[in-house]
């Protein structure tokens, strides 16, 4: 079992930056790739950005590709994600996600593939 947490949401005006943090803990996550989701109400939850348990590879929705940063510290069993020049189509709930990968190299996109999920940050960017 993989227990995430989200941190880091909170109001910013357009333009603005924030920085989310994801904390996992429980079984290792050494061997997890991790992604990024939203959803705002009355939509389907959508990809934002996934990474390899290396780090090495990593995959971004059009709508934030360059906008966006995923990181991750598997020492200390953290991902984060750092959001510039946000708008407010940005405004959504931001869950961080985990996907079993015993190839230590791959991402996924597809909200089926992961596994375990965090409860939520709420962002919001304000006109």
């Known amino acids: 079992q993989v227990h995430l947490v989200e941190s880091g949401g909170g109001l910013v005006q357009a333009g603005g930056s924030l920085r989310l943090s994801c904390a996992a803990s429980?079984?290792?996550?050494?061997?997890?790739?991790m992604g990024w989701f939203r959803q705002v109400p009355g939509k389907e939850r959508e990809f934002v950005v996934a990474?390899?348990?290396?780090?090495?590879?990593?995959y971004y929705a059009d709508s934030v590709k360059g906008r966006f940063t995923i990181s991750r510290d598997n020492a200390n069993n953290t991902v984060s994600l750092q959001m510039n020049a946000l708008t407010p189509e940005d405004t959504a709930v931001y869950y961080c996600?985990?996907?079993?990968?015993?190839?230590?190299?791959?991402?996924?996109?597809?909200?089926?593939?992961?596994?375990?999920w965090g409860q939520g940050t709420q962002v919001a960017v304000a006109s």
């Open positions: 990474i390899s348990w290396s780090g090495g590879s990593t």
């Open positions: 996600a985990a996907a079993l990968d015993y190839s230590r190299s791959r991402y996924y996109y597809r909200l089926n593939d992961y596994e375990y």
């Open positions: 429980g079984r290792t996550v050494s061997t997890y790739s």
